[in-house]
């Protein structure tokens, strides 16, 4: 038996790898062992880790330095206290200002939709936030897959944010700075001042920005940034490995160091944009959302749908099934949606239901255009293996929103979905095609 | 109120509170994140039999270790998850430990205060902004492994700073 500070030292240095997700399989196994030999540790486990969280979430970090007023009476202290209070009530009123621009306002909510909850950086949080309000630093949560919000700076740089996605802004001094710790984001940079460059941090890269157009996609491994024009500078963190990405190119940056980190054309060289008008989907590669089921039998490998809550102020939450498939999310090659495309879209279900078909447009040369759908009532139930297959003209797809451009033709696509009310319909889906113009 | 929109309230204002939790249990961000999307779920499934007369987070966080113990049950032959009589365990104890968790909180914000100004910037790289720790490695040519190191005693000394704190409140246990 390890004396008390021995564990306690020991565990210390377990947690602090667990927090930083560094921990190996063998060392998991030593915390474990700690934990269930010592209930004191079980406790100190629980303060470690309510420490860590509640540090990533403190706004403390910017208050005064010891010495510098907490110190002294007790009414001295009382009247700290109550400076402070007053100083976060203070801020609490000037985060969200429907009025005209001040100074320290650094961008505004030009449209959005879906659950969204802003933090601003005294920590007071808003879940009603309205297009045209001016927000100063923080952080910005859209909760739900049917979620996405534009933002423009003052500059007129601008960024979309769409799916369930967090991200961190501010501009100061040092330039923009953006933290998507999660999500896909999409940017359309002015020109920025000279030796400041618009910074965007992910969990596995990190960019720079003078003036450019380009798509950030932000999974916990490994994040891939898509140019469409001006030059990206793009660093893995895994190695400090750097990356110029220029127009028309995407890298991919791992957390790891052993997969391929090279800009590399989007598609075909010589063309002055470079797309593609058909499309095929691939699993595992492109599977965004959903259970990845393996071949069995008859049945190839498919994408079976799982629960998902959307949420919204003012609208009852929604309760579906679905899987969400990368498009152009995925594939190194942007996919444009021409005049007389369709999909094609082959699944199987235990019984006959409702299916939603939808997809996210942005513009080809950046930024969201809007969401799509189309429903269908398919019928299974003369075919033994469920199996269903959909042909939907993309031209006759619904816009989701009535300010989202009425034909999607054009436009880029990032991703589909397929979804149901019903779980007892137990939808999978073997594959999406896209069929171009013949 | 409307119940689908005292739902939706209920959820957005406590959401974080529940994720806390659930991070106790699955200290990896990502699978954390899956689990609550999950609790979500079944939170407005069994919404017509939440009693509006009592706590919605306790309420909230049944359903979330239910679903932590349904998590573990698929993750059960990775090798990097708790065995679930651990979980067990540290759910029994944030149980006892969930009424100090807000002065704890507290006692952090005033031990905080008291780094010298080089731990404050170690916590401020780690803390405020991703990736952060490594360039300032980079560029002052400190070992990263170093400053890792050092979080790891700043974090141990605001442990030991608010379990002070919490002793001179009369918290025994802290």
Redesign the interface.
Known sequence: MLDPHDWKQRL??LL?R????S?S?EE??EL?EI??EY?DA?????????????????K???????G?G?TGSKVRRIAFLAGAAAAIVLAIILFIQPGPAEPSSIARIVKLSG?I?WTGDGGK?V?SLNAGDLIKGGTLET?AANSWAEIEFLDGSTIWVSG?ALLTLSDGEQGK?I?L??GDLSADVAAQPAGKPLRL???SA?AEVLGTQFNITAG?DSTRVSVNEGLVSVER?AD?SVQEVPANHLVVAALEKQSEFKAIPHGVPGFPWSSIEGWQSQFPRDVRRGDLQLPVAQYPMRLRAK???W???????D?HYSVNIGVSATSRVPVRLSENARFRVRGRMTSSNRVLFGFRGNYLRGGFAGKYFSWRDVDVSGHPDGNFELDIEVAKMTPQRNYFPASPVGLEIFDCWALTHEERAGLEIISVELIGAE | MDP??E???L???H??EVE?YV??MI????DA?EVI??V??KL??KWERYDQSRPFVPWAKKFAWLEVLKWRQKQARE??V??S??LE??NA??E??EPV?EI??RA???C??????QE?KW??L??????AV?QEA?RTGVRLHKL?YA??KI??Q??EC??RTMRKEGWS?A
């Open positions: 210390n240095a602090s667990l927090v930083e997700e921990i399989a998991l196994s474990e934990l269930e209930p079980q406790q100190h486990y629980l303060h470690y880790l309510g420490l860590h969280v509640d540090l990533q979430h403190s403390s970090l910017d208050a005064a330095p010891a510098s907490a659950a909850v949080m879940n909760l369930s700075f933290h710790r999660r941090m992910t969990p990190e916990p963190l400090g629960s998902c809550l949420i919204e102020e003012g609208r009852e939450p309760l | 689908a929109a739902f939706v309230r959820w957005t204002r959401q974080a806390r991070y106790m200290p990896r961000a990502v994140g999307q999950e979500s779920v407005w499934e090798r990097l708790f065995s009589s651990l365990k540290i104890a944030h006892e430990e968790m704890r909180r952090l914000k005033n905080l205060t008291k780094l010298n100004p404050r916590v401020k780690r803390y405020g902004r991703h990736g490594k980079e890792y979080l790891e974090r141990g605001l442990l608010v379990g246990d």
